[in-house]
């Protein structure tokens, strides 16, 4: 779920799997989720189940998305749209396992206690491209 469009959760086969068409800008992203997967054994159909959200730019969407995952009780939320849909996964949940990739700093954006040691259920990937971007500025 994310307010781009992308998010998924991840349950065992047992669950329901329904996948709507994601935007094409999710499609690499999506498709590392994939590949990740099997090369830990996992395998859409037969041993996992994806159940993917898609807020299509609408933000006001992204609580409503995530509560129906918590109340699914999935096993982890991977949120790809961003800070903001890596929030909205934060406010709903304490306890399912939330995974992140954000542009900023995840500790300045109150996703995590420090890059080293996250602490609860949030954790991620980071470009960091903001920091980056300033330092890159200051070399020009």
Do not use: C
Request: proline share 5%; hydrophobic share 45%; charged share 20%.
């Amino acid at each position: 779920m994310a307010a781009g469009g992308a998010g998924a959760a991840v349950g065992d086969a047992r669950g329901r799997v329904r996948q709507p068409q994601s935007p094409e800008r999710f499609a690499e992203p999506l498709r590392a989720l994939r590949e990740g997967l099997k090369d830990a054994g996992y395998s859409e159909s037969q041993n996992i189940a994806i159940d993917y959200r898609w807020a299509d730019n609408q933000v006001e969407r992204l609580p409503a998305l995530v509560a129906h995952l918590v109340r699914q009780r999935v096993a982890v939320i991977v949120a790809t749209g961003g800070a903001i849909s890596a929030r909205a996964a934060k406010v709903a949940t304490t306890t399912i396992p939330v995974v992140f990739n954000v542009a900023e700093d995840p500790v300045t954006l109150g996703l995590v206690v420090s890059l080293a040691r996250p602490g609860g259920n949030m954790t991620g990937v980071t470009t960091l491209a903001a920091e980056l971007n300033a330092k890159l500025g200051a070399l020009a």
